[in-house]
């Protein structure tokens, strides 16, 4: 099985890196990711660095490319939480960037002596290159990048639209807990070893991520403010649903709001806060998402 080192990774999403690995579409495939435990030097600016890019056989612009999360396995036994003045939403009230390590083991993070809560691994990081200039791996956009959504995670499938051949894929910025909003600036950030497996969906126009669970469907938003990514997240998981379950704008809409979770992945991004919208799978046909 093919592996790319964790010190094979760069700060931005850009179609001029060379790739670090070559991949056949259904090829299992490993990563090792980086986090502030790696590049202390980081901090307290915090861009984590994605390993990658990856070349995957066959993707070509106006494609769709799904990046299925085989496993996700925690490599470090402790994580960094972060806060920054002016950044997250207590910004304001934090004069000075602060760190806490916490250890983590199978089952629980260990906030403390006395705290702990279920460990629940995820990918902050999954994104492909967009066209024309680098983007800083800790935005995020149509390509993907810093979505920060808890549900990215071992077993979940994200589907990112293709902009330049090859897709250059890049991953990283895994977190053994996270809330949504992450609303500190900073989940559980650790080390990990991620197995991925790729696949290129040629007949699949997308404008933005949307990412499928066991249970739900989820399009994917962003924006200056969360009107913005929330109108992103349900236009596009309207159009989902008129094209996948033949329901006109109107009957959507109505599904939407009866059966659909709006939830915030992330608030603290300076560049684009994230949203998604979550259906349940079982309103779907089995035959509509690839």
């Known amino acids: 099985m093919k592996v790319l080192e964790k010190d094979m990774s760069n700060i931005n999403y850009d179609a001029a890196i060379p790739p670090a690995l070559m991949v056949a579409q259904g090829e299992i495939f490993q990563l090792k990711t980086p986090s502030i435990l790696t590049h202390p030097e980081l901090f307290p600016e915090t861009t984590v660095p994605v390993t990658g890019p990856i070349y995957v056989e066959g993707a070509k612009p106006d494609s769709a490319l799904k990046v ?10 402790k994580g960094a939480i972060a806060v920054i003045p002016g950044k997250g939403a207590f910004g304001e009230q934090v004069s000075e960037a602060m760190s806490k390590v916490v250890t983590y083991d199978d089952k629980y993070v260990y ?7 279920p460990l629940r691994p995820m990918v902050g990081k999954v994104g492909v290159a967009p066209i024309g200039k680098a983007i800083n791996c800790h935005a995020t ?9 808890t549900d990215i995670t071992e077993g979940s499938s994200v589907y990112l639209p293709i902009f330049v051949e090859g897709a250059l894929l890049a991953c990283g910025d895994t977190h053994a807990a996270m809330g949504d909003g992450e609303s500190c600036f900073s989940a ?27 249970d739900e469907v989820m399009t994917v938003g962003d924006g200056r403010n969360l009107e913005e990514a929330c109108k992103i997240a349900l236009d596009n998981m309207a159009t989902l649903i008129t094209k996948k379950l033949g329901l006109d ?10 059966a659909a979770d709006l939830r915030v992945n992330q608030i603290v991004n300076t560049v684009a806060v994230g949203v998604r919208v979550a259906l349940p799978l079982s309103l779907v046909p089995t035959d509509c998402i690839p």
């Open 68 to 77: 299925d999360i085989v496993k996700v396995e925690l490599t470090a036994g």
């Open 111 to 117: 906030f403390n002596d006395r705290i702990k809560f």
């Open 141 to 149: 956009g149509p390509y993907g990048g810093n979505m920060d959504i």
């Open 249 to 258: 704008f109107i009957d959507a809409t109505m599904l939407i709001s009866v």
């Open 188 to 214: 559980v950030e650790t080390e990990s070893l991620l197995t991925l497996r790729c696949q290129v969906i040629h007949d699949m126009k997308l404008t933005h991520p949307m990412v499928v669970t066991a």
